[in-house]
């Protein structure tokens, strides 16, 4: 059974252009939910999607967002990149009665 | 607000050697407390779940423990391996909101 992808696994961004990251979850799993990684914060809830509708969110700034499409992919965007935004971007995929399994992650770097 | 402070930062052992790592929360309410283990540019893969009712569960050579009425968890690492580097994630679920809350998490380093 694979698990959850994330692509693509590194980027580099110039401050101010958009991004966006791919992360497909575990066959059958309906949630998948978003977390950003850094030194100084450790890990940070982003958002969770199921069935395509935002569940719940987390303490970031409107530039993050995300939406699921009806195959349960996900996608995440930020807007207008700081050089703040620099982290591991880890998506996560469950279903009801299972933990969460990571990805490995998409490492941005933004110059 | 809540908060999961993990201690140590860091830990250097031989191999061989038995460790703990700590966990402490003030999550309100309390619904579960996850240990996660996560290899250098890799996620995170759970090791452990506890909810309020239990005090133990073991993984291997990975037992956690928690305490719920002074809201510690402890995860004690028995034989270490050189496998067993990494960084050790707490992470605590609250019964009022789906949002976790992560410790910052302990890194250890094991020797041979």
């Known amino acids: 059974k694979a698990g959850v992808t994330q692509t693509p696994r590194y980027l580099i961004k110039t401050r101010g252009q958009q991004v966006t990251l791919s992360c497909s979850p575990i066959?059958?799993?309906?949630?998948v939910s978003w977390y950003q990684q850094t030194p100084g914060q450790g890990l940070q809830f982003l958002f969770e999607y199921f069935s395509e509708t935002q569940r719940n969110k987390g303490n970031f700034p409107g530039r993050f967002s995300g939406r699921q499409f009806s195959n349960s992919r996900s996608e995440m965007n930020v807007s207008t990149l700081e050089l703040g935004d620099s982290a591991l971007y880890l998506c996560?995929?469950?279903?009801?009665?299972?933990?969460?399994?990571f990805g490995q992650g998409t490492r941005l770097t933004v110059v | 607000k809540n908060q999961v402070e993990q201690s140590p930062q860091s830990l250097i052992i031989l191999e061989g050697k038995n460790c703990t790592l700590q966990?402490?929360?003030?999550?309100?309410?309390?619904?579960?407390l996850r240990w996660y283990k996560q290899d250098t540019g890799r996620g995170p893969v759970s090791l452990t779940i506890?909810?309020?009712?239990?005090n133990t569960k073991s993984n291997g050579r990975y037992t956690a423990t928690l305490d719920a009425d002074t809201k510690q968890s402890s995860l004690h690492i028995t034989a270490s391996q050189l496998s067993d580097s990494a960084s050790y994630i707490c992470v605590v679920g609250s019964g009022g909101s789906y949002i976790p809350t992560f410790g910052r998490g302990t890194s250890l380093i094991v020797h041979p």
């Open positions: 996560a995929s469950s279903s009801l009665n299972t933990e969460a399994f």
């Open positions: 506890m909810t309020f009712s239990e």
């Open positions: 066959s059958g799993h309906r949630s």
């Open positions: 966990c402490n929360y003030t999550v309100s309410p309390f619904s579960n």
